[in-house]
């Protein structure tokens, strides 16, 4: 599972990972996660790039606010990799959920990361956002394999169970992490059609009907469940 410091939510905040003026609260905020993240021996944060400020062109600030992201990163990286816990940064679509939202594509975050250089930074991939935001999925999840450090899920465009009505094909991209061996934890960030373990029932489906080959290793299937998706 994974946890996040999201600055305060009521004053507007969603992050402050890449907002500019604001890199001692950014540093104040990872040293309480931390804290958060060693009592509950959760192994992962994510840390939240924040919004464009208002009243500012995102492409003016572009710049800026990657640099200021990146020196940030490199700062948690160093904090993180000292309790042996990896960092996550996940790219939020501005055309739905947050159209001020800084980081909104898997290929802004990959190159990210890849100016950033440290391996305890990682993806978080959440499908519904890269949908989106890009589509092409079978692509994307091949080609960023290698930098994901965590999934979540949720059908496109309602937000709700993987097997509700929607875009996604679910059995096709997870038979498709399985195919690249992936060992980590999937998360249900969706809103349930009705109570939360109704909305689980998807997971039984796709066991009964996906038979797992016993000769691999299938740790992927551990599942954190949100009842509500805030991210």
Known sequence: MS??????????????????????????GLDQALKYA??????????????????????????????????????????????????????INTRITDPRYFLDSPHQAAGILEKLGKP????????????????????????????????????????????????????????TLENHDYQGYIGCEYKPLGNTTDGLGWIKDYWTHNKPDPHLNHNYRQTQCASAANS
Request: aromatic share 8%; charged share 20%.
């Open 38 to 91: 060693k009592a509950l021996n959760c192994r992962r944060i994510h840390l939240m790039a924040g919004r464009v400020p208002v009243g500012t062109n995102r492409m003016a600030v572009a710049k800026e606010m990657e640099a200021i992201f990146i020196h940030n990163l490199n700062y948690a990286a160093d904090i993180l990799s000292k309790e042996g816990i990896t960092g996550l940064i996940e790219p």
């Open 3 to 28: 946890a996040c410091f999201a600055g305060d939510v009521n004053a507007g905040e969603l992050g402050l990972g890449a907002v500019p003026g604001r890199e001692a609260e950014f540093r104040q």
């Open 120 to 175: 305890n930074i990682k993806l978080q991939m959440d499908i519904f956002h890269w949908q989106i935001m890009d589509g092409n999925l079978t692509k994307n999840i091949h080609k960023y394999f290698h930098i994901i450090g965590h999934v979540q899920i949720a059908q496109v465009p309602g937000r709700n169970e993987p097997d509700s009505a929607g875009e996604l094909n679910y059995n096709f991209l997870f038979n």
